[in-house]
């Protein structure tokens, strides 16, 4: 599976490819989807560029989005959205419409409070356990990890030089990550080598304009399709490197 992460915490700043109004999102979803993207991952923004978890601001991504992708779409759950934990959960209590999962930062204060609402209400849940972060130690305690949809391992080493190694450490701190599937990922230039570890060890993954703006080759990306067809290209190169694995072999060493 290669999810695409449309936008992340960008702003306009960061270049005109990067999908910012609900039109914009949809279109880059469907571009990203037509490229082979297998589920969608978005950041809803006010008017003014901001993540929310507002209802009226998720509600038209969404719905823009769903009209063109036949895919799972989900969205972010980030205290940066909402810090204080207590309107954080009343923000997504509020939500009229549902997205068809949502990312938790199991290391946010109120995560679980978050995530056990998200689960009562039928939305499936990514558990985000970011490196470098108490998450995976409390992700372990966790009585909801049996339940999620699967881990959002999420590699925050940019340096290319060291950033498998810092995958390969967060795997084995997650440990049988209460035996749900993991999406391994990394950010800015860690990116393409977690994303090639991924396809080594048969995992699923993730690529877009949230985690990096560049192509494998240091040249800016055009799109979100552009990333999500270069990846395609690499995770299926060195997954069949790798004897096609997806769940024996590297891949399942690395989680046990």
């Known amino acids: 599976m290669v999810q695409v992460c449309l936008n992340g915490r960008r ?10 109004s ?10 990203a989807v037509a490229a082979g ?10 008017p003014c560029g901001h993540d929310s978890l507002s209802p009226r601001v998720l509600a038209p991504a969404l719905e ?7 895919v799972p779409v989900g969205v972010t759950t980030g205290a940066w959205a909402e810090p204080d934990p207590s309107a954080r959960l009343a923000r997504v209590r509020s939500w009229s419409v549902l997205p068809d ?22 939305v499936a849940v990514e558990a985000g356990i970011r490196s470098g972060t108490g998450g995976a130690r409390r992700f372990a305690g966790s009585p ?8 959002l391992a999420e590699v925050t080493d940019p340096d290319p030089a060291t950033a498998e190694a810092s995958a390969r450490a967060l795997l084995a701190e997650l440990g049988t990550a209460h035996g749900r599937p993991v999406l391994l990922h990394g950010e800015e230039g860690g990116t393409w080598p977690v994303l090639r570890l991924a396809g080594r060890l048969g995992l699923a993954t993730r690529i877009g304009l949230e985690d990096t703006l560049l ?3 240091g040249r800016r990306a055009v799109s979100n399709a552009q990333l999500v067809a270069q990846a395609r290209a690499r995770y299926g190169a060195d997954a069949r490197a790798d004897g096609g694995n997806n769940g024996g072999g590297e891949g399942s060493s690395a989680l046990s």
């Open 11 to 20: 702003t306009a700043a960061d270049g005109a490819a990067v999908p910012m």
């Open 22 to 31: 609900p039109q914009d999102l949809a279109r880059s979803a469907a571009e």
């Open 37 to 46: 993207a297998s589920s969608v991952h978005v950041h809803p923004k006010t």
């Open 64 to 70: 823009a989005i769903r009209a063109r992708v036949p």
């Open 101 to 122: 999962f949502a990312s938790v930062n199991w290391h946010e204060p109120g995560a679980e409070e978050v995530a056990g609402h998200l689960l009562s209400v039928g």
């Open 144 to 151: 909801l990890g049996p339940r999620v949809l699967r881990v």
């Open 215 to 217: 192509l494998p080759d």
